[in-house]
């Protein structure tokens, strides 16, 4: 895969804080991913399809599967109330979602991407660029990398067509995240300082293309799927396992204190990211049937949910057992169901669905287990 699959404006918050993660990357020829928690990804893209069914008018129900597989939940309809409340104060609901712009037109060497949703607003000159996050990880809407390059290209299509845009308002939409500013959260910045960013973060594209580009670590190194590689996040993770010393009292001033316990949780911070990257390499060697010792691959806990399209049968089925199945606008789930039926009853209609598998530490007395206790 060649370095341009790397630098896309979803990505842009690591390269351009690390001018090496593309070549890595490319090198290895990992997967690209923009979040490496697949639940968390997979239900992303379904809440992200649900916003825009949902915005054309296509009806879809809670209990419904995305096209990815996903089950339609009632905390993605509310995620979708908040966003499209957002896209509504952008004076009507005109916003323009899912729709491909071309980045590498105006950002050399980076990939062409799909802004969630934007909207000019002629009136105010002012463009409105949105991005809705289903994650429980904080995102900062202030300098946003990824809305930054998107807002720019925006900017410059609109002007080529004629149009004035005096400044650009961004906003993250983060409804699962409980955010000092918000679940809702926006910057607005003028063109001008825009165009200053714009520069810094074209620069930084261009310096991924530099022969052995060097990698440097930070928060960009925790999604980073060539993390198990970067001999630079391996450096600076060894360094916090160093030595041991007496037990003679040392007490530090404030001034000591904030110094040492700043950089003891930036070194944390490498370690996890370290941690990450081979977690990562473990779990795909173990799902090409490798062994790597201490680690097995398991399978992730889920929930009794009902077969798609057993609907009728299980109304039928509260009629029978005279049970109230219904919770307007959709049956009871299977957990406030399950001493209304008979087991193998609902066995007819219910179903567990297989866990992901997710890699875990190995018990080293498993097989002691496995063999009533026995030793040697």
């Not at 089925?317 to 199945?325: A, H, P, Q, R």
């Not at 087991?343 to 297989?354: H, L, N, R, S, T």
Request: proline content about 5%.
């Amino acid at each position: 895969m060649e370095r341009q699959a790397y630098l896309r404006p979803s990505s842009a918050a690591v390269w351009s804080k690390c001018a090496g993660y593309a070549a890595l990357n490319a090198a290895l020829g990992t997967e690209y991913v923009e979040e490496t928690d697949n639940d968390i990804r997979e239900d992303g893209t379904a809440c992200h399809w649900l916003a825009a069914e949902l915005w054309e008018g296509r009806p879809v129900r809670p209990g419904d599967l995305s096209p990815n597989g996903r089950e339609i939940t009632e905390e993605m309809f509310n995620a979708v109330e908040e966003y499209h409340a957002l896209l509504q104060s952008w004076d009507g609901t005109d916003a323009v979602l899912e729709q491909q712009v071309p980045v590498s037109r105006y950002f050399p060497g980076v990939a062409d991407g799909t802004p969630d949703a934007w909207k000019y607003i002629s009136a105010a000159a002012t463009l409105h660029v949105a991005d809705l996050k289903y994650g429980f990880r904080p995102v900062e809407v202030w300098r946003n990398a990824q809305l930054i390059v998107y807002a720019w290209t925006l900017v410059c299509e609109l002007v080529a067509a004629g149009n004035d845009v005096h400044q650009v308002e961004l906003t993250i939409c983060q409804p699962r995240c409980a955010h000092r500013d918000g679940t809702t959260r926006s910057w607005t910045v003028s063109t001008q300082e825009l165009a200053q960013l714009v520069a810094t973060l074209a620069a930084a594209a261009q310096v991924c293309y530099a022969p052995n580009p060097p990698c440097s670590v930070g928060p960009q190194c925790r999604d980073c799927m060539a993390a198990y590689a970067c001999r630079t996040l391996q450096a600076a993770a060894g360094a916090g396992m160093e030595v041991s010393y007496d037990a003679t009292p040392f007490e530090l001033n404030e001034q000591q204190l904030g110094y040492e316990l700043s950089k003891l949780m930036a070194a944390r911070d490498h370690i996890d990211h370290r941690i990450n990257g081979l977690s990562m390499q473990a779990e795909s060697l173990l799902r090409k049937g490798k062994r790597v010792p201490a680690f097995e691959l398991g399978r992730k806990a889920t929930r009794w949910r009902w077969r798609a399209g057993t609907e009728q049968f299980v109304r039928r089925l509260g009629e029978l057992f005279n049970v109230e199945v219904m919770a307007e606008p959709r049956i009871k789930s299977v957990a406030k169901l399950r001493n209304a039926f008979p087991v193998d009853v609902q066995a007819m209609y219910g179903e567990k669905p297989e866990g992901e598998l997710t890699l875990r530490m190995s018990d080293p007395n498993e097989a002691i287990k496995k063999m009533g206790g026995r030793n040697g």
